[in-house]
T-cell receptor, first 115, second 112 residues
């Protein structure tokens, strides 16, 4: 499809396990963003990529969270030793360039549930 | 942190009523952009509008209108003659260079 694709759409895992979330941005979009949305809450910024580099990692909540982007395209967000407070919807967005005037296009998100 | 505040957590109206969603932002920059996004029950955020800090002209698109007031750092969103399909969570956002910050969102419920 032409939109931002995220997988899996749902993930249920046990506390302590590692999880990997994938985002496939719109072709040609060089900027990629990860957000977290807890139940009934707003969007919490996690990390931003321009190409393969991440100029802003300030939103990652702890060192259990990491993200990478390869080939200026697909990105993976990894959460190690998951905890129950990690349960949320993780949203990925992409935009043309990293310029502030570009609207972000969002994927459907990955709903992560930690048991 | 330079915040975006959406003071209204939830709003409920009856179909055909007009409703205004408030957004107040903080920034020390002279160049910035403001956005509104809609998140329907299906979950995917949809871009609605973008304004730059130098353009205070209000905008109307169908039943939607936006009022940008730099003097009060506000960018309010009005839906005229609301419809059930307008029910969603609406997010306001402010962007400076690469820093995009969202408000907490306002959940709008339009009842038939």
């Amino acid at each position: 499809g032409a939109g931002v694709s995220q997988s899996p759409s749902n993930k249920v895992t046990e506390k302590g396990k590692d999880v990997e979330l994938r985002c496939d941005p719109i072709s040609g979009h060089t900027a990629l963003y990860w957000y977290r949305q807890s139940l009934g809450q707003g969007l919490e910024f996690l990390i931003y990529f321009q190409g393969n580099s991440a100029p802003d990692k300030s939103g990652l909540p702890s060192d259990r969270f990491s993200a990478e982007r390869t080939g200026g395209s697909v990105s993976t967000l990894t959460i190690q030793r998951t905890q129950q407070e990690d349960s949320a919807v993780y949203l990925c967005a992409s935009s043309l360039g990293g310029h502030s005037n570009q609207p972000q296009h969002f994927g459907d998100g990955t709903r992560l549930s930690i048991l | 942190a330079q915040k975006v505040t959406q003071a209204q957590t939830e709003i409920s109206v009856v179909e055909k009523e007009d409703v205004t969603l408030d957004c107040v932002y903080e920034t020390r920059d002279t160049t910035y952009y403001l956005f509104w996004y809609k998140q329907p029950p299906s979950g995917e955020l949809v871009f609605l509008i973008r304004r730059n800090s130098f353009d205070e002209q209000n905008e109307i698109s169908g039943r939607y209108s936006w009022n940008f007031q730099k003097s009060t750092s506000s960018f309010n969103f009005t839906i005229t003659a609301s419809q059930v399909v307008d029910s969603a969570v609406y997010f306001c956002a402010r962007s400076v260079v690469d820093d995009m910050r969202f408000g907490a969102g306002t959940r709008l419920t339009v009842k038939p």
